[in-house]
């Protein structure tokens, strides 16, 4: 019964508040990391983009603006990670916050020797554990190139990192995923990528990724769906895991990668 109070929730959900066809089209058609898709991922899609407008708050800021369309672009590339995953995997959390560019932060922090320190400096996005998406507008709009870098992909995935706590690079896995197979992916990958790093050598991720583990499986997954064929030649085992973990092979559907950083 409660199963069918769900469903029937959903459906009165999409009936009154679905992005309109004519809407979604061309939002859809703006984003590269959405191409080729087939009728029923766009559908599905459609569906989780459409709930999450509708479950979520999509706030401007500073005196942005935002219309329809833009909402929707934010929702749709949102809603990409979890295609496969649903709309629980970003429970547990309300808004979305949209400044109209880069946004000073400031953070204390208390490192391993119990030294207290304070960081200021600009953002394209940030993800609070159990509080908002933070991002960039101006960050969105260089989203929609395709060339390796996305901010809203990278908040997103930090808010998958979170669902079990802490960010760290282990989100829960779906049933059958082999943990320890993930750890060895990414603890491999991420050791190998700053052994290149000290030599000053060219490295297959952006050195951000260095920054912790949380970062690298942010960074990786924003090369998952942006950079595929580059990110499965050069880090097979991390690319055989996160297409496990979502679910989905961009590599299908997308041209060659044109990815440059």
């Not at 329809?68 to 979890?82: F, G, N, V």
Request: proline share 7%; with cysteine.
């Amino acid at each position: 019964m409660l199963a069918r109070l769900r469903q029937w929730r959903r459906q009165r959900i999409l009936r009154r508040a679905g992005i309109p066809p004519y809407r979604w089209q061309r939002v859809l058609s703006a984003i590269p990391v959405c191409a080729g898709l087939d009728a029923p991922a766009r559908a599905r899609l459609w569906e989780l983009a459409s709930l999450f407008l509708h479950d979520k708050r999509v706030e401007p800021v500073h005196g942005l603006q935002l219309g329809s369309d833009e909402r929707a672009t934010i929702a749709a590339m949102a809603c990409l990670p979890i295609l496969n995953l649903g709309l629980s995997a970003y429970r547990g959390w309300h808004t979305v916050l949209v400044y109209p560019g880069a946004f000073l932060v400031h953070h204390r922090y208390t490192d391993a020797s119990g030294l207290e320190h304070a960081e200021s400096g600009p953002l394209a996005g940030e993800a609070w554990d159990a509080g908002p998406v933070v991002l960039s507008w101006d960050d969105v709009l260089a989203s929609l190139d395709r060339d390796g870098y996305n901010v809203v992909l990278h908040e997103f995935c930090h808010k998958l990192d979170m669902a079990n706590g802490e960010a760290n690079g282990y989100p829960p896995l779906p049933a059958g995923m082999d943990r320890h197979a993930w750890v060895a992916a990414f603890t491999g990958a991420f050791e190998a990528e700053a052994r290149q790093y000290d030599a000053h050598e060219p490295t297959a991720l952006d050195p951000y990724a260095l920054e912790s583990p949380a970062e690298f499986f942010a960074v990786a997954c924003e090369a998952f769906f942006e950079c595929p064929h580059q990110l499965a030649a050069a880090l097979p085992s991390v690319y055989q895991q996160l297409r496990g973990y979502f679910g989905q092979d961009p590599r299908q559907r997308l041209p060659a990668d044109r990815c440059v950083r």
